[in-house]
């Protein structure tokens, strides 16, 4: 599936906010409009945040705050 071609890249990420089945996560979408769920601090609502994606689904993929900057969208 397409999502699993994302694992182990870092993609840009806007910060929806809370996840709607997990308020504990963030949830957000890159710019070709996949969701990403991850955890994080609520304050990264509405910011532009680097996410390794570590899993998908054919809807969501999920990952952690990364700590370098986000590749090239393709």
Not at 14 to 20: A, E, F, I, T
Not at 26 to 53: D, Y
Request: hydrophobic fraction near 30%; aromatic fraction near 2%.
């Amino acid at each position: 599936a397409q999502s699993q071609l994302e694992v182990g890249r870092t993609l840009e990420v806007l910060v929806d906010g809370p996840s709607k089945t997990n308020e504990l996560r963030l949830s957000g979408r890159t710019r070709r409009n996949k969701i990403v769920v991850f955890e994080g601090p609520a304050h990264l609502a509405g910011r532009l945040v680097p996410v390794t994606i570590e899993s998908g689904t054919t809807q969501t993929l999920y990952g952690r705050v990364a700590d370098r900057p986000a590749e090239e969208s393709r």
